[in-house]
């Protein structure tokens, strides 16, 4: 029993000593209303100098357009949506956004107000689930939202002032994708 609750600890600090000693994210100054495209040049990438995932990747994104990014398991796909959205910046290469570097723009202004990310299992604060939707979201059309919810056929569970019940995975997504919608965001990565 007592060895249970070392090893927990043990992961607890591992975890903690991780977090304590992660790098400064890199922020630019500058800042966008909008995103009309996004473009990638010459970008090269490896973990840790060992397997080369881009070599002189190029492409461009414009606004309006619908893509899909699909390959293999393991193939990049996740690792190329950080490299956009400015979660990994250790690359050789540029990533333009409106012909600007994304490394001068505030990229945690862009993933806040323009970019949002429905993961294939969100994660739900343990609040009620109309809490979820707005969270972190200063001004929204509460009629909107009740539309929305509508549509999605969760206005029910939305309703309940119970902290996240039981919800499939399903509903888990549908309330991602609602708080994506009420966010507004320009860019939209679905996994």
Excluded: W
């Amino acid at each position: 029993m007592c060895l249970h609750y070392y090893q927990h600890a043990k992961v607890c600090y591992k975890r903690m000593d991780e977090i304590l000693t992660l790098k400064p994210e890199h922020n630019g100054t500058k800042i966008i209303d909008d995103i009309d495209s996004i473009e990638l040049k010459d970008l090269y990438f490896s973990y840790n100098n060992k397997r080369e995932l881009y070599f002189g990747l190029n492409f461009s994104l414009k606004k309006g357009k619908i893509y899909c990014l699909k390959g293999e398991n393991g193939s990049g796909k996740s690792t190329l949506i950080d490299i956009i959205t400015g979660l990994i910046y250790d690359y050789k290469g540029d990533v333009l956004y409106n012909n600007i570097s994304i490394k001068e723009l505030d990229a945690n202004y862009l993933r806040r107000h323009l970019i949002s990310i429905v993961e294939q299992e969100p994660d739900l604060i343990n609040i009620p689930l109309k809490e979820n939707l707005t969270f972190g979201i200063k001004s929204y059309d509460r009629d909107y939202l009740k539309r929305l919810c509508s549509e999605f056929y969760i206005e029910k569970r939305i309703d309940s002032h119970n902290e996240n019940l039981d919800l499939s995975g399903g509903e888990k997504q549908k309330i991602a994708f609602s708080k994506r919608n009420i966010k507004k965001a320009k860019i939209y990565d679905i996994r």
